[in-house]
């Protein structure tokens, strides 16, 4: 039995590492089967219910932004809608099949290999941008330079968070700090992009519960995932403005390590937590 406590720490949980490149889905998985709940696909339907709390976060954090989606004859809705709708587009592509098809199939332990991997990457990456940076030869960009391309190409990149332990922010960062996009820049794509992917992920989980004829969520669970997606919200916008900041003040380079060694920490946390 999860208790409202318990599910208010899963909130501030959800709050802080949603913004991190750690598969914030994958450690609430863990602590959900720590706790003694082993049942994967409740524990997944559950961390998704959490994101919804980070996702308004955004929104609210964002606001000037998205309250552009309204006004939908000036030149900055018009790019806001596409970039939201191709990245969707892409998500839809990648994450559906995992999520309907393989995910029974898709060890863990794929989820830990890919994210090793862009930890990898995102040390070379520092690496050779740190020497761009003492010689000035590196110039970056900003989002509204992106091609339709690549926002696609971003959003399949997101789409593949849906494998088991694959950090969502971490695998959609490292893909705009490759292109070349600023670290605050790569951070509010990947924020932004957040947004239509939680809000896409409740939304199949209602879907395959009623089709199922489940109740969405265990009636004993709802008051304690209300307080939990609300503590994720309030925890989450205040760690975000923190990350944000955090993006703008340190180098390209440092930005990249202190990724690549968050990834690393995150998978030993959640391999200790969900050993036998």
């Known amino acids: 039995m999860i208790t409202t406590w318990l599910w208010i720490l899963l909130g501030v949980i959800q709050g802080i590492l949603e913004w991190l490149p750690v598969s914030s889905e994958g450690q609430i998985f863990a602590i959900l089967v720590f706790l003694g709940n082993t049942n994967p696909?409740?524990?997944?339907?559950?961390?998704?219910?959490?994101?919804?709390?980070?996702?308004?976060?955004?929104?609210?954090y964002y606001r000037k932004e998205f309250s552009t989606l309204l006004r939908l004859q000036t030149e900055e809705a018009v790019w806001l809608w596409k970039f939201l709708i191709l990245t969707v587009l892409g998500t839809v592509v990648a994450a559906v099949p995992i999520r309907l098809l393989l995910i029974n199939?898709?060890?863990?332990?794929?989820?830990?290999?890919?994210?090793?991997?862009?930890?990898?990457?995102?040390?070379?990456?520092?690496?050779?941008?740190?020497?761009?940076?003492?010689?000035?030869?590196?110039s970056f960009r900003d989002l509204s330079g992106i091609s339709s391309r690549e926002m696609i190409l971003a959003g399949v990149i997101q789409g593949f968070a849906a494998l088991p332990g694959v950090s969502r922010s971490g695998f959609t960062i490292t893909y705009f700090l490759e292109k070349r996009f600023t670290s605050d820049e790569a951070f509010r794509g990947s924020f932004w992009m957040s947004v239509p992917a939680s809000l896409g992920a409740v939304t199949l989980e209602i879907i395959l519960a009623m089709?199922?004829?489940?109740?969405?969520?265990?009636?004993?669970?709802?008051?304690?995932?209300?307080?939990?997606?609300?503590?994720?919200?309030?925890?989450?916008?205040?760690?975000?403005?923190?990350?944000?900041?955090?993006?703008?003040?340190?180098?390209?380079?440092?930005?990249?390590?202190?990724?690549?060694?968050?990834?690393?920490?995150?998978?030993v946390i959640e391999n200790v937590l969900t050993a036998p």
């Open 211 to 267: 089709v199922d004829g489940e109740p969405i969520l265990p009636e004993e669970y709802r008051l304690g995932i209300f307080l939990g997606v609300i503590t994720a919200f309030i925890v989450g916008f205040a760690s975000l403005s923190f990350f944000i900041r955090l993006a703008q003040k340190y180098s390209f380079s440092r930005i990249c390590y202190l990724l690549a060694t968050l990834i690393i920490l995150g998978v």
């Open 41 to 60: 696909a409740e524990n997944i339907k559950y961390a998704f219910w959490l994101h919804l709390g980070t996702a308004g976060a955004v929104l609210v």
């Open 105 to 138: 199939f898709i060890p863990t332990s794929l989820g830990v290999l890919i994210n090793l991997g862009v930890a990898l990457l995102l040390v070379i990456t520092g690496y050779l941008i740190g020497k761009w940076e003492a010689k000035g030869m590196e």
